[in-house]
Nanobody
């Protein structure tokens, strides 16, 4: 069974930075990983994805250039470095693991419990 644990969320002022971590079980080694987020009253949306090898990444337009997704050498840990944070980035951020690389929620079968990111203006 795949288990995912996120950490690193918190409260930050606009313009600041946070780094989220997602640690998965050994079964995540050879699977794509991604981050999604859900703002209050809104649907969960794609943020960024990384292939199992780490050689491909993909970002949602509003975060491209500000956020960076990466994987540790062990491949079962994914990071989301978030810079120049804006109040509209406020959301619960979820880590996900799937069987194919992409931005669709349906491509990801396993999800973490989420970590809250709040950006104050």
């Amino acid at each position: 069974q795949v288990q995912l644990v996120e950490s690193g969320g918190g409260l930050v002022q606009a313009g600041g930075s946070l780094r989220l971590s997602c640690t998965g079980s050994a079964l995540t080694f050879f699977k794509p990983m991604a981050w999604f987020r859900q703002a209050p009253g809104k649907e969960r949306k794609f943020v960024a994805a990384i292939s199992w090898s780490g050689d491909r990444t993909y970002y949602e337009d509003s975060v491209r250039g500000r956020f960076t997704i990466s994987r540790a050498d062990r491949k079962n840990v994914a990071y989301l470095q978030m810079n120049i944070l804006k109040p509209e980035d406020t959301a619960v951020y979820y880590c996900a693991v799937g069987d194919s690389f992409g931005s669709s929620q349906g491509q990801y079968s396993y999800w973490g419990q989420g970590t809250q990111v709040t950006v104050s203006s």
